[in-house]
T-cell receptor, first 111, second 114 residues
């Protein structure tokens, strides 16, 4: 069974601060995705990474896929209250199309 | 708007009852996934259908079943409901194009079993 561990589970910071959340596994994933979910809504895809060592930037968000394709990180620069939400990583691998999710990091950015 | 439609949005029912949750995928998407989200377990994969056929199975209870119809909409049937089945149930759809397939989620059905 492929498992994705996310850390930290909760993060509360002030507007303007930087932060990094992590997604780790002992399994290799062929692709990894990051989603953001707001209360009462479904997860919304932010990015997909497929190549080991890949770095993708989306405005103030930087996503990195580990060289061994077992881990990923999400770095947010100068966080804003609008970044508040649940950040989920999800991976596919082992020949399966099944998308396995981590339990998420609940981020609160205080004004 | 992801293009995935789930109904109903909220459902309150008693223990022992049976309910049906419905999902209409995005136009053109052949794959439908069902997930259960609870506070302590996070998003748990239940089952996937592709073009009407079951493709992958996760931690789906025997009391739960699903199907995908010829028009590609899907239904998740939950029977003999227990208090612990209270959760958010999400449907997602995708066009299967390899390992970086993107899944688009509906807004979910909040099921409360009382």
């Amino acid at each position: 069974t492929q498992l994705l561990e996310q850390s930290p589970q909760f993060l509360s910071i002030q507007e303007g601060e930087n932060l990094t959340v992590y997604c780790n596994s002992s399994s290799v994933f062929s692709s990894l995705q990051w989603y953001r979910q707001e209360p009462g809504e479904g997860p919304v895809l932010l990015v997909t990474v497929v190549t080991g060592g890949e770095v993708k930037k989306l405005k103030r968000l930087t996503f990195q896929f580990g060289d061994a394709r077992k881990d990923s990180s999400l770095h947010i620069t100068a966080a804003q209250p609008g970044d508040t939400g649940l950040y989920l990583c999800a991976g596919r691998g082992g020949g399966s199309e099944k998308l396995v999710f981590g339990k998420g990091t609940k981020l609160t950015v205080n004004p | 708007d992801s293009g995935v439609t789930q109904t109903p949005k909220h459902l309150i029912t008693a223990t022992g009852q049976r309910v049906t949750l419905r999902c209409s995928p995005r136009s053109g998407d052949l794959s439908v996934y069902w997930y259960q989200q609870s506070l302590d377990q996070g998003l748990q994969f239940l089952i996937q259908y592709y073009n009407g056929e079951e493709r992958a199975k996760g931690n789906i209870l025997e009391r739960f079943s699903a199907q995908q119809f010829p028009d590609l909409h899907s239904e998740l049937n939950l029977s003999s409901l227990e208090l612990g089945d209270s959760a958010l149930y999400f449907c997602a759809s995708s066009v299967v194009q390899g390992w970086n397939t993107e899944a688009f989620f509906g807004q979910g059905t909040r099921l409360t079993v009382v």
